[in-house]
C-alpha cells in the first residue's frame, strides 16, 4: 500500500525534520518536496511518516541517506557550458584585472564538481597565485564526496578536454583530481537558511540551488549573497534560475545567469 502524506501530515513531518536533520521545508517548494517524501516514503516501505520520523530520530544511516535525497546533490564540471565559458574568458580575467587575488564561494557546492572547476580555471588564468576558494553546503556525505574528488567519467562529460587531461588521473573507471586542485579549495558545511555569511566575495555562485526555494527564500538569500559581494563583485545563478527582481538586491543582470553587485 502506497503511503498518503496529506497537508496536514506534511505540517507535522516538517517539524520534525527540522528538529531530527536541521533543515527548515518551510524555505522549499512544498509541492516537489511534498512528492519526493511520497516517493522516497512509499520506495523504503514504510507506512506512515510517524513511523519513518522515529526511524530517523534513531539511525544516524537512514538520516544521511535520506538527507542525500533530499537535497539533491546532481551535479557535474564545466556544468552549462556557456556560462562557464563566459565565466572563464570574460569574468574572471575581469576580476583578475581589478583584483590580483580572488575570494569566490560556491554556495551548494556539492560534491566540489563546480569550485573544483573555478579553481582550475583559475590555476591556468593566474598560474603561482593564491586565491581563496570556499565550497559549501548542508549535506555533508556530499562534502565528503567533495573531498576525497574521486569522479566517474559522466560527470566530466562537459569539461574541456584539456582541464581533464591535465588536472585528473584515471584510476580504473574513475577519474581523482589533482591534489594541488584540491588543497585550492575550503569545504564547509553552511545551511544557507540559519548560518551567517561572511563578506568580501568578488564571486558567488549558488547554482541549481534556489530551484528548491520558495519564492520569498529566493529573494531573501539573494539580498544576501548580494551583501557578501564587494561593488562590482559577480553573482552566478543556474540555468533554471532567473532572478526575479534583481534591483531590489541591488542586482544587474549582464549576461545569461550572471549579475552584477551595484
Ligand atoms: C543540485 S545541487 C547543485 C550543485 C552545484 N551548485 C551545481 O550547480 O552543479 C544542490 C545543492 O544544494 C544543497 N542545498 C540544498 N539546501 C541547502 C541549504 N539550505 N544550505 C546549503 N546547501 C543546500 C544541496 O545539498 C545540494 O548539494
Not at 527564500?217 to 544576501?224: E, H
Request: proline share 3%; with cysteine.
Amino acid at each position: 500500500m502506497s503511503v498518503i502524506l496529506t497537508d496536514a501530515d506534511y505540517e507535522v513531518f516538517k517539524r520534525g525534520l527540522k528538529d531530527t536533520i536541521g533543515l527548515d521545508l518551510n524555505h522549499y517548494k512544498q509541492q516537489q518536496m511534498q512528492r519526493r517524501i511520497n516517493q522516497w516514503l512509499d520506495r523504503t516501505g514504510v507506512k506512515t511518516y510517524r513511523e519513518y520520523l522515529k526511524i530517523l530520530q534513531s539511525n544516524g544511516e537512514e538520516r544521511g541517506k535520506f538527507t542525500e535525497y533530499l537535497t539533491i546533490n546532481t551535479s557535474q564540471f564545466y556544468r552549462d557550458v556557456s556560462v562557464f565559458k563566459e565565466i572563464e574568458e570574460k569574468v574572471l580575467p575581469d576580476l583578475l584585472k581589478r583584483y590580483r587575488r580572488l575570494k569566490i564561494w560556491s554556495a551548494g557546492a556539492s560534491i566540489g564538481a563546480e569550485v573544483y572547476t573555478i579553481a582550475m580555471i583559475l590555476a591556468e588564468l593566474s598560474p603561482g597565485m593564491t586565491h581563496t576558494l570556499l565550497g559549501t553546503d548542508f549535506d555533508v556525505g556530499a562534502l565528503a564526496k567533495a573531498k576525497e574528488a574521486v569522479y566517474g567519467e559522466n560527470l566530466l562529460n562537459t569539461l574541456p578536454r584539456m582541464y581533464k587531461d591535465k588536472y585528473f588521473q584515471k584510476e580504473d573507471d574513475l577519474f581523482k583530481l589533482d591534489d594541488n586542485i584540491k588543497r585550492r579549495v575550503r569545504l564547509q558545511r553552511h545551511n544557507l537558511l540559519e548560518d551567517p555569511y561572511d563578506t568580501g566575495f568578488h564571486m558567488i555562485l549558488c547554482r541549481n540551488v534556489f530551484i528548491y526555494f520558495t519564492p520569498e527564500t529566493q529573494a531573501a538569500l539573494t539580498a544576501k549573497f548580494s551583501e557578501s559581494l564587494v561593488p562590482g563583485g559577480i553573482f552566478v545563478v543556474g540555468s533554471a534560475e532567473n532572478l526575479m527582481a534583481p534591483e531590489a538586491a541591488n542586482l544587474k543582470r549582464v549576461s545569461y545567469c550572471i549579475y552584477q553587485r551595484d
